[in-house]
């Protein structure tokens, strides 16, 4: 695992951005593995900006996102599909066809995980997976629990996950319950896979997740186990990091 420290929130965005413009740009038709959440908006604003210089081009890559709230339809302004549109999509030359968000408005869990998993195995996995930290340790929306989920499935969201994404949210009786999320099988097949981490909230779980025993309690530290990870954090969301 390579930890890269920066100054910053701007500075962890940006260099984050340059790493998934590299592989863009190595690879143009890549599968970009994208996230969602306050930590990647920095990302996505460099990367716009940097499309808009002219210097990256999007029209041969594809995205899959990692999760999806149950319930949610695109057009409502707290669904994951909304976000991924209104933060990055809308602003580049990526095909809309080619991004992919499981389907919050399949009210068939099974029905909308198969599809998925589906989309995944046909695009050939991930190249590069981009991912945050939820303050439980959970990455997508895998939350603690007493397994390693493999592949795309519905969770119940912890209480923790809720109130922490009340804030997004008019109300606490607002947020979904459940949500659609990629499973730790498919984000550890991804071939490069970047967390980013931003806050002194998040130096804890940073800590436990990445130098603490690996266990689904803790979901992120499964990360331990794949060959080519790269935290990119800023100083506070490292500093209880030992030296
Ligand atoms: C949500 C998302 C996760 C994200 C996490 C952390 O629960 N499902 O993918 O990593 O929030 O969000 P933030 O970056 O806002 O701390």
């Known amino acids: 695992m390579k930890i890269i420290k920066t100054k910053d929130y701007e500075h962890m965005s940006r260099v984050t951005a340059n790493l998934l413009s590299a592989q863009v740009i190595m690879k143009p038709d890549c599968v970009l593995g994208l996230a969602t959440g ?81 989309i995944i195995h046909d695009l050939g996995g991930i190249d590069l997976q981009l991912l945050g930290l939820g303050n439980n340790g959970h990455i997508g929306f895998n939350e603690p629990s007493s397994s390693f989920e493999k592949e795309t499935h519905c969770v119940d969201l912890t209480q923790s996950t809720i109130d922490a994404n009340a804030r997004f949210f008019s109300s606490l009786s607002e947020v979904p319950r459940q949500a659609y999320t990629m499973g730790i099988q498919t984000i550890m097949q991804a071939k490069k896979i970047i967390v980013a981490v931003s806050g002194q909230g ?42």
């Not at 990302?43 to 999760?67: A, C, I």
């Not at 130098?211 to 992120?220: E, K, L, N, R, Y």
């Open 38 to 118: 306050s930590t990647p908006v920095g990302v996505y604003k460099q990367l716009v900006q940097w499309f808009q210089k002219g210097d990256l081009d999007f029209s041969e890559v594809t995205s899959v996102n990692l999760d999806e709230y149950k319930g949610l339809s695109p057009e409502n302004d707290q669904s994951y599909r909304y976000f991924m549109n209104h933060n990055l999509f809308d602003h580049i030359n990526i095909r809309k066809d080619h991004t992919f968000v499981p389907n919050g408005l399949e009210p068939d869990a099974e029905k909308a995980c198969d599809d998925y998993n589906k």
């Open 202 to 243: 998040k130096a804890s779980i940073v800590k436990e997740a990445f130098f603490g025993p690996i266990t689904p309690q803790v979901p992120a530290s499964v990360l331990q186990l794949h060959s080519d990870v790269t935290v990119v954090g800023d100083e506070a969301a490292l500093s209880m990091l030992p030296h």
